[in-house]
């Protein structure tokens, strides 16, 4: 595949995904422990992995265990750049895996199909709103995403009769389920088209998949014997049987154009030619949804982002599906998907960070005035409020209270915290903190929303009723 054509997708992607980065929006919740977390001495992360602690203190029961090996890569990454932990440093790792991993996919999804599909299909993938917003977040899932792609590109040599790609296959199949557990079932999605393609000849292969996701399933299992468990998983709302339609609402950014686009070249691409490529990608996308759409009906596990190694491979899909059109009009009906992609990613970035807490701290930090106490009205406030007052506001610390900490006595006390909580247990400090401070005579006297792409901080100032 001429580097011309395998290039372009990636720089895309660089160039959407860059201009997100660009914009140096606030952290949200999970970027911001990847923040807190990921500088820590390897030692640190190893012995919290071990024992299941948090590390830090108000956040004990939410210890690093499950992404401890996405936090060692970016210790890595930090301390190699010149990069600190902030907006832009730790997201250009995300990005620069982001990319690697579109180039990784074009040239998998050409040796399964040609050269022309590839090219489509990684186009379809750079400009997917749901890629291109992970792509410029300080998380591990294009890193998973990266892993994928090589685990897919060694699946395809090895359907193409290479039998040492299996060692390609089973470094990467391993590396994405220790980036992100719930990537494995990509690889098990890749071996059950093995199966189908190869039936016996794919017992190797089968073999590689199991010893692949040995490493992953020990952290799981080590997060069981030390306690964790599912901890931190409370928030998790279950959705039952429609994880599909969930999902797909997802790839297509809420955008009704792209969705009917992804749907109709999706549907064509399921009927293509091509048998191998066909198969690979309906089991690529259709196993893993199925497996947690039933695991949904037991209990609450689906989150979209947990899904993006699979759902990719609805981009291979719609690739064959716009190869099938006569020559004349392969151009038309690439553009009829890639142009609603472009739109819905634009409209995307511009609606601004998902969570503004960097933006509802400088707010307190205005008004403020030394001697007013700033509280955290739970722990999950408590994150963004120290991570900001350090990095932006250090003047502001002396008067910042963090859980479990006591509310000082004060005429006029300012309360960071969300329009909803994110946790059960979270809803009883909640009301006890208000309880406390109506106890004291006080009432919200001011209160300002600060509106983010998925949820709302509050900004409230208590006064004397």
């Not at 410029?136 to 359907?159: F, H, K, P, S």
């Not at 691409?269 to 037991?298: D, H, I, K, M």
């Not at 707010?363 to 007052?389: F, Q, S």
């Amino acid at each position: 595949m001429p580097a011309r054509e395998w290039l372009l997708p990636p720089l895309v992607l660089a160039v959407l995904g860059g201009w997100l980065v660009a914009h140096r929006y606030g952290f949200w919740f999970d970027e911001l422990y990847t923040a807190e977390v990921a500088p820590l001495p390897l030692v640190r992360l190893l012995e919290a992995l071990v024992r299941g602690d948090g590390t830090i203190a108000y956040l004990r029961d939410a210890p690093p265990s499950y992404n401890a090996p996405y936090y060692a890569v970016t210790h890595v990454w930090l301390a190699l750049t010149p990069f600190g932990p902030g907006e832009v440093g730790l997201r250009m790792l995300s990005l620069l895996a982001g990319i690697g991993a579109v180039a990784v996919f074009t040239r998998a999804v050409a040796r399964l199909a040609d050269r022309r599909t590839g090219l489509i299909a990684g186009l379809v993938l750079a400009t997917n709103p749901f890629v291109v917003a992970y792509a410029g977040e300080a998380r591990g899932y294009t890193l998973a995403l990266l892993a994928t792609a090589l685990a897919a590109l060694g699946l395809a040599r090895w359907l193409d009769g290479e039998p040492r790609a299996l060692v390609l296959y089973g470094l990467a199949a391993a590396a994405a389920g220790l980036l992100h557990w719930f990537a494995l079932l990509v690889p098990a999605a890749f071996a059950l088209s093995a199966v189908i393609l190869r039936r016996r000849q794919a017992l190797p292969l089968v073999a590689v998949t199991a010893l692949a996701s040995v490493p992953a399933l020990a952290i799981v299992g080590v997060a069981l014997a030390n306690g964790v468990g599912g901890s931190g998983a409370e928030w998790i709302r279950g959705v039952g049987w429609i994880v599909p339609g969930i999902l797909l609402r997802s790839w297509s950014g809420g955008h009704l154009a792209l969705l009917v686009a992804t749907l109709v070249a999706v549907a064509a691409g399921a009927r293509a030619v091509n048998r191998q490529a066909r198969v690979v990608a309906l089991c690529w996308v259709g196993a893993p949804v199925a497996a947690v759409t039933v695991a949904e009906l037991v209990r609450p596990v689906y989150i979209d982002r947990y899904l993006l190694p699979a759902v990719i491979g609805l981009a291979v899909l719609a690739a064959l599906g716009v190869a099938r059109c006569p020559r004349r009009w392969q151009a038309l009906a690439l553009a009829a998907v890639l142009v609603p992609s472009i739109v819905a990613t634009v409209a995307n970035v511009g609606k601004g960070p998902r969570e503004d807490v960097r933006g509802a701290v400088a707010m307190i930090a205005a008004a403020h005035r030394p001697g007013e106490p700033v509280v955290a009205a739970a722990r999950w406030d408590a994150l963004g409020l120290e991570h900001y007052t350090r990095r932006h506001h250090p003047g502001l610390a002396v008067d910042v209270v963090l859980p479990p900490a006591a509310v000082p006595a004060a005429s006029s006390v300012w309360v960071l915290r969300r329009a909803t909580a994110g946790v059960k247990g979270d809803v009883a400090k909640l009301e006890d903190l208000d309880r406390d401070l109506a106890g004291r005579g006080l009432r919200v006297v001011d209160e300002r929303r600060v509106e983010g792409r998925r949820s709302v901080v509050l900004v409230q100032r208590w006064g004397p009723v």
